[in-house]
């Protein structure tokens, strides 16, 4: 399987108004997105994962190294156009994604400005919709739409536009637990059904295990990247760095400190019952 993202010692430092160079947010970054992976991202406040997810589609632009997303140098003004239509992205507050006064228009208001023809337009909104799981909300106003619900909006607008790969910085940050949950299945439709590689930038461990891989940072670099199993094996080293781990795992990692003799690798409940079964049969 081809890579969709390669990141080659990427660093990267704000501009600084003083004379004193600002500190380097991104301090090396070497990493490879396999076409149709679900990632996650994780860190505490600070440790570039936002920083990092703004470079896939050229909002941020390296200090140093380099950033290719299908074959596309973010770096490379010329080609702008043609990277956003691959990698698109989706912010904490659909809020500011949201343009229309009625679902199905914020949804083709991009399609617009590419100049698609009516009649495809028409065919990817509504599929688009589907996609979300928001059809039937298709001539509603945003404003009478929950959290969740204008979340996968937002979604759908960037489906619409057919990208590769989309990009989500922390999508739920600003939901509660039923709209964390309907943007999650959303999210994990695109990339079972459509293919869709998707990047997810979060803080929420539950919704980290659900993806193939999980990418931990710290200070500007990466120091974990594995499938959760792994990743959340590594208990102590996630709390040393501010980061919690899933509750089943956390659970399970006290019951191996109290010599109860299970697996560390365990992230689903699913998985928990079944080995304490077994140890209680």
């Not at 969709?4 to 380097?24: T, V, W």
Request: aromatic fraction near 4%; hydrophobic fraction near 40%; charged fraction near 25%.
């Amino acid at each position: 399987m081809d890579n969709i993202i390669e990141i080659r010692n990427l660093r990267f430092r704000y501009d600084s108004d003083s004379e004193k160079p600002s500190a380097e947010v991104l301090k090396g970054i070497d990493l490879d997105i396999k076409q149709g992976e679900f990632i996650a991202v994780l860190g505490h406040n600070g440790s570039g994962k936002s920083t990092l997810a703004k470079h896939l589609n050229a909002i941020l632009l390296p200090t140093s190294g380099k950033v290719t997303v299908d074959g596309i140098d973010t770096a490379d003004d010329s080609r702008l156009f043609e990277l956003r239509q691959c990698a698109g992205m989706v912010f904490q507050n659909p809020d500011n994604q949201i343009v229309s006064s009625v679902v199905e228009e914020d949804v083709a208001f991009a399609l617009e400005n590419l100049g698609v023809p009516y009649e495809e337009m028409r065919q990817r909104v509504d599929d688009s919709l589907k996609a979300v799981n928001m059809y039937d909300y298709r001539f509603h106003s945003p404003a009478q739409l929950s959290g969740g619900q204008k979340q996968r909006v937002a979604i759908a607008g960037i489906i619409a536009m057919r990208p590769k790969c989309i990009i989500l910085d922390e999508p739920t940050a600003m939901l509660d637990p039923q709209g964390r949950k309907e943007v999650m299945s959303a999210v994990r439709e695109m990339n079972r059904k459509y293919g869709i590689t998707i990047v997810l930038i979060t803080h929420y461990m539950e919704e980290a295990v659900q993806c193939d891989r999980v990418v931990v940072m710290e200070s500007g670099r990466i120091i974990m990247d594995n499938i959760p199993e792994k990743v959340f094996s590594q208990v102590e080293l996630l709390r040393k760095i501010g980061l919690d781990v899933p509750q089943v795992t956390e659970l399970c990692w006290g019951l191996r400190e109290a010599g109860v003799d299970i697996p560390p690798e365990i992230i689903s409940e699913e998985e928990c019952v079944k080995v304490l079964l077994k140890l209680l049969i």
